[in-house]
Nanobody, 120 residues
Framework: QVQLVESGGGLVQAGGSVRLSCVVSGFIFRLNRMGWYRQAPGKQRELVATISSPDNTNYAEFVKGRFTISRDNAKNTVSLQMNSLKPEDTAVYYC??????????????WGQGTQVTVSS
């Protein structure tokens, strides 16, 4: 069974920075795309950033230039450096991993989420 555990959330003032990390553990045949999503109260979960390789990243428009996603394949971790935070970035942030199973299919696994609150 695969587990994703996030860390690094908390309360920060507007303009500040936070770094989120996520460790993937358990039986992993192959770890494909990893990413971060977020969900604010009353809103749907939305993509923040994904990474397949250092040269293959994808960012939501509202975080471009402020957030940076990275991964360490040796440690099965993905991180999200969030700078210039705004109150509208307040949300629960979820780590996501797309895992390739030995049978040939891919499936998504999610972390439990970590709260990031940005005060104005």
């Amino acid at each position: 069974q695969v587990q994703l555990v996030e860390s690094g959330g908390g309360l920060v003032q507007a303009g500040g920075s936070v770094r989120l990390s996520c460790v993937v553990s358990g039986f992993i045949f192959r770890l494909n795309r990893m990413g971060w999503y977020r969900q604010a109260p009353g809103k749907q979960r939305e993509l923040v950033a994904t990474i397949s390789s250092p040269d293959n990243t994808n960012y939501a428009e509202f975080v471009k230039g402020r957030f940076t996603i990275s991964r360490d394949n040796a440690k099965n971790t993905v991180s999200l450096q969030m700078n210039s935070l705004k109150p509208e970035d307040t949300a629960v942030y979820y780590c996501n991993a797309r895992i390739h199973a030995p049978g040939g299919h891919d499936y998504d696994s999610w972390g439990q989420g970590t709260q990031v609150t940005v005060s104005s």
